[in-house]
Structures are given as C-alpha cells and as structure tokens.
T-cell receptor, first 108, second 113 residues
C-alpha cells in the first residue's frame, strides 16, 4: 500500500529563518511526487512535480529535492506570505496518495 | 480561464437528505477527481473519471455516487447523507493521468447534522 508521511506536522519560523519540510514515502513504482501549497479555506495549489531520485526544482524561495525514500521542501529566508500548509503526494500504480501536510507559520 | 469551479461553497444537510455537488473545469482536461479533506486525515480520493462517460472508485467511495455526462462537468452525489460525511470536498482535474499535475477547485464545506 502506498504511504506518505510528512514531518513535522507544524513548523514555526521567524522571518528569514531557513528550514526544510520532509516527505517520506513508500510506493510501488514511483511515477511522480508532487508538492502543493494550501492556504486556509482554499484548494491546494500546485508547486512542483519530481519524477526521479536526484531531481531538484526551484520556485522563488522554495526548492524541492527527491531521493529514493523521501523528498524535502527547502524554504530559504521565508516571509510571512509563505505561511500555509504544504502537502506532499505520490503516484505509483494507484491514483494520487496525499500526506497529511505540514502547517508552516512564518512570523515577522 | 476560471479553472476549476465548485458549486455550492457551503451546505448544511440533515441526516438522510440528498444533494449533488457540481464541479466544472474549462481547461479541456480529460481526468477529473473528487476528494474529501478531514482534519488529521489529509486528502482522500472518493471517485475519479478518466474521460466523459467513465467513472472509477477511489479510496473512500462508499455513500457517494458520481457522473460525468459532459467532459467539463463531474458531479458528486450523496443519496442519504450521514454525519460521517461532514467534510470539505475538493474537485480536481488534470490533462491526463498522473503524473500530470492536478488542479484543484476552491472546495465545498458540507455539514451533516
């Protein structure tokens, strides 16, 4: 059974304090790993797709990396507007399986 | 482009009542999905469709039915609502099967009393 575990559940950072979010997964035949951002009361917003170990993608202050067992979402010098819940999902032989998310708060 | 839209945004039902949630997308996507999101549970797939006239069960299909009569619309029905179906429901669509990315609607918050 495909599984996704995200840690930590919640993270509180000072503005400018860089950190990383973790997504550990077990999946049969990984075909892609996704990162989404979700603001309160809204639907998830697509950030990245990673396809194979060693791949990296960047967008503004966010950088996603992938190994054979986990993915990291690195946040460099975060700003208060980066506060959101970040969701990780994997697709293997079954449709998308989501993790429970990491709730990030960035304090000015 | 409106993207993915959902109707209604909020709804309160009594146990045993029925209702239909409507999802529409204007991106000409083949695949459409219905998820529910509950505190501490993450997003779980209810049903999905790989094209007009097709539907398939996801992880938590019991108590729900779906229909995809038109490519741009995907309907989720609750025939006899139960308090356990209180949740936030999200519709999503994608150009093709994963790993194509899915685009989500704004959600419908449903409360069953």
């Amino acid at each position: 059974e495909d599984q996704v575990t995200q840690s930590p559940e919640a993270l509180r950072l000072q503005e400018g304090e860089s950190s990383s979010l973790n997504c550990s997964y077990t999946v049969s035949g990984l075909r892609g790993l996704f990162w989404y951002r979700q603001d309160p009361g809204k639907g998830p917003e697509f950030l990245f797709t990673l396809y194979s170990a060693g791949e990296e993608k960047e967008k503004e202050r966010l950088k996603a990396t992938l190994t054979k067992k986990e993915s990291f979402l690195h946040i460099t010098a975060p700003k208060p507007e980066d506060s959101a819940t970040y969701l990780c999902a994997v697709v293997g032989n079954t449709p998308l399986v989501f993790g429970k998310g990491t709730r990030l708060s960035v304090i000015a | 482009n409106a993207g993915v839209t959902q109707t209604p945004k909020f709804r309160v039902l009594k146990t045993g009542q029925s209702m239909t949630l409507l999802c529409a997308q204007d991106m000409n996507h083949e695949y459409m999905y219905w998820y529910r999101q509950d505190p501490g549970m993450g997003l779980r797939l209810i049903h999905y469709s790989v094209g007009e006239g097709t539907t398939a069960k996801g992880e938590v299909p019991d108590g729900y039915n779906v229909s995809r009569l038109k490519k741009q619309n995907f309907l989720l029905g609750l025939e006899s609502a139960a308090p356990s179906q209180t949740s936030v429901y999200f519709c999503a669509s994608s150009f093709a099967e994963p790993p194509y990315e899915q685009y989500f609607g704004p959600g419908t918050r449903l409360t069953v009393t």
